[in-house]
């Protein structure tokens, strides 16, 4: 899969909320325990917006490291994507909010909705502008806020998920360096198994639509779990197939952080080292498209990533979406 441009990610950043939630804060929010959750979940602790946090505020701050990082200036930002499914508002796009923040006076900008698969459906979008010589650098942001549209008196899901931001830039780097291959797919089919249903030019906001709690997240836990099982596996052995590789040879698969048995189940069906899988989900929950760009981040910063290294990014969302990508650090 050699092309004339190699396309990679030079650099990372990541933004937390500064409030964080234990399992046992749950306990006294709901019919639940820190037992069942470390078990059933992998989830410990997770972080949650408050005050006058936002979306944009955190996307800006990991976007500002992942620049600095870089040795980028604003102005130098041809393109800005932020992958979201919960933006400040429904217009304009937390990519413009961004852009202006940020000064980045030559950048286009725009929102990308793919469930938790964002970030994954951003790298394949943001590489093809490089490709083709559309843009030069780009900043992609995978930031989710899915607090205010959880229903905190539903043990099913306020569990599961934190909020987060994680920025990466990509521009062209070396031949044989960068991402490899990357592929998406969605299955809008099953859009009832995790969804909003108010809130859109669908079902606006009433009193019936509040009344009756159409504005939280609606899922069917059991279906998505057998679902995300069976397309993290397939679309992991795709993308390696594509760039004929094979699991034992990557340094690293990061998943999305949904749920430790689903990761798990996934990568023993891979027969994948533990040491080869990167986990945080102990640490933030399922933070959506932010999970795969903070665990990057995170990853990076301590220094496990080194140059050289092969990467498997895959994860799976709303929608439903999937995707999976391959790439040489
Ligand atoms: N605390 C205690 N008990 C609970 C809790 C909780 N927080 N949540 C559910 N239970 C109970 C259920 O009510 C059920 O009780 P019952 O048997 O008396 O009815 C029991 O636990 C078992 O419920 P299951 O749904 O079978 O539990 P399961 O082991 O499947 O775990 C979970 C549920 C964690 C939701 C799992 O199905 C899952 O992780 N699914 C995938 C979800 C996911 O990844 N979503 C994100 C998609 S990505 C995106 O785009 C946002």
Redo the contacts with the bound molecule.
């Keep these: 899969m050699q092309s004339a441009t190699a396309v990679g990610i030079v650099s990372t950043g990541k933004a937390l909320p500064v409030s964080r939630v234990t399992n046992f804060d749950l306990e006294n929010i709901?019919?639940?325990?820190d037992k069942?959750?470390r078990e059933?979940?992998g989830i410990e602790e997770r972080y949650i917006l408050s005050n006058d946090e936002t979306n944009s505020k955190l996307s800006l701050t990991a976007s500002k490291i992942a620049l600095d990082k870089a040795g980028l200036k604003p102005k130098d930002i041809d393109l800005i994507i932020v992958a979201t499914v919960t933006p400040d508002m429904i217009f304009p796009s937390t990519a413009c909010l961004i852009q202006s923040e940020l000064n980045a006076c030559n950048a286009a900008a725009f929102d990308l909705a793919a469930?938790?698969t964002g970030f994954l459906y951003g790298l394949n979008v943001a590489e093809q502008y490089i490709k083709t010589g559309a843009a030069k650098n780009v900043l992609l942001v995978g930031a989710d806020t899915l607090s205010p549209v959880i229903d905190w008196q539903d043990?099913?899901t306020c569990?599961?998920f934190g909020d987060g931001a994680g920025a990466v830039i990509l521009s062209e780097v070396e031949r044989g360096r960068g991402l490899m291959a990357s592929k998406l797919f969605s299955d809008g089919s099953k859009a009832g198994l995790?969804y909003v249903p108010a809130g859109g030019s669908r079902a606006p906001a009433t009193v019936r639509t509040v009344e009756e709690r159409m504005h939280y997240i609606k899922?069917n836990?059991?279906e998505?779990?057998k679902f995300?099982v069976t397309v993290m596996i397939d679309s992991t052995k795709e993308i390696l197939n594509l760039c004929e590789k094979k699991p034992e040879d990557l340094d690293y698969l990061i998943p999305?952080q949904?749920?430790v048995r689903?990761i798990n189940a996934a990568s023993k069906r891979l027969r994948l080292k533990p040491e080869q899988v990167l986990l945080n989900i102990q640490r933030y929950g399922?933070m959506?498209s932010a999970s795969i760009p903070v665990v990057l981040d995170e990853a990076v910063e301590e220094g496990k990533i080194k140059p050289g290294n092969l990467i498997a990014l895959v994860s799976?969302?709303?929608g439903l979406t999937w995707g999976a990508a391959l790439l040489k650090w």
């Design positions: 709901v019919d639940t325990s069942w959750i059933r979940t469930g938790c043990r099913n569990v599961l995790l899922m836990g059991p998505v779990f995300a999305h949904a749920n689903i399922n959506s799976f969302g709303a």
